[in-house]
């Protein structure tokens, strides 16, 4: 997934099948970790476990269904517009944690257009907006899409879930006395 924040900083999280990475274009850094599992669990590896944000992981579950319909706590219908240049459904909605906007084109393929969250309990609320376009319902991607191959002028560090927190034991420090 390739993401664009605001102020043109762009950064990238790469999924192989057996390590995940991510990389930040404007400091060139970048950090991986093992994850063997499928695409799901690494999700939720990468958001629970590394404390990373993502924030369109739901979407990418095999049962984002589900989960949305588990999360979603109302769903209003707002008009037919068409400000996006062709005509789509405007929605709001809501979770406990995420207000959302979604965009949905209008016709025989009902596909999201845009989409605005809306994260209220954070300080200075801030919003993620994504952009659909040029959808391919037959995507045919080479593995090679998939490997994340470190810029020679990066730098690796390790996820800040990895490193020890002030006062905890590290193994090195385990049962040392001091």
Do not use: C
């Not at 990418?60 to 037919?80: I, N």
């Amino acid at each position: 997934m390739e993401a664009e924040k605001s102020n043109g900083a762009r950064s990238l999280v790469v999924f192989d099948g057996k390590q995940i990475s991510t990389y930040d274009e404007v400091t060139r850094a970048y950090a991986q970790a093992a994850q063997p599992g499928g695409v799901d669990e690494t999700l939720v590896y990468f958001v629970r476990d590394l404390g990373m944000r993502l924030p369109l992981a739901v979407f990418f579950l095999s049962r984002a269904a589900s989960e949305l319909d588990h999360r979603v706590v109302s769903v209003e219908y707002v008009e037919k517009t068409g400000i996006l240049g062709a005509p789509a459904r405007h929605l709001v909605g809501r979770t406990d944690t995420v207000n959302f906007q979604m965009w949905i084109a209008d016709g025989d393929q009902p596909l999201l257009q845009h989409l605005v969250l809306t994260y209220p309990n954070a300080p200075g609320q801030p919003q993620f907006r994504a952009q659909f376009i040029s959808w391919n319902l037959a995507p045919e991607a080479a593995d090679s899409l998939f490997t994340f191959t470190p810029p020679a002028n990066g730098s690796k560090i390790p996820f800040a879930a990895a490193l020890p927190r002030y006062g905890q034991a590290t193994p090195a420090t385990k049962g040392a006395k001091p």
